[in-house]
């Protein structure tokens, strides 16, 4: 199993973003998917995530109104699309699959290797 997360980048506060994450090595359809992020000396947290037929999402409240997560099961791809970015949402985002798309981090089985966001003030 693959996960190969894309679209960083270096922004300026008020721009928009967009991160890709391709998937293989399994069944696409069949995973939960989210993306999470790890600001430095900070904890990996949820941005994030989206049900195995893109029907249901949810977020973490700071990205709500500003983030959408989306997904394309015959591109086996998940995006997150990213407007206002902020200095806090600064940090590495990671995407994982799961058979569900749980909020904790600890439930996903398989992670790709992340992809550096930074918003300058």
């Known amino acids: 199993v693959q996960l190969q997360a894309s679209g960083g980048g270096v922004v300026q506060t008020g721009d928009s973003l967009r991160l890709s994450c391709a998937a293989s090595g399994l069944t696409f359809s069949r995973y939960g998917m989210g993306w999470f992020r790890q600001a430095p000396g900070k904890e990996r947290e949820l941005v994030a995530v989206i049900s195995r037929t893109g029907g249901n999402t949810d977020y973490t409240d700071s990205v709500k109104g500003r983030f959408t997560i989306s997904r394309d099961n015959a591109k086996n791809t998940v995006y997150l699309q990213m407007r206002s970015l902020k200095p806090e949402d600064t940090a590495v985002y990671y995407c994982?699959?799961?058979?569900?798309?749980?909020?904790?981090?600890?439930?996903?089985?398989?992670w790709g290797q992340g992809t550096l966001v930074t918003v300058s003030s």
């Open positions: 994982a699959a799961a058979p569900y798309y749980y909020r904790a981090a600890g439930q996903y089985d398989y």
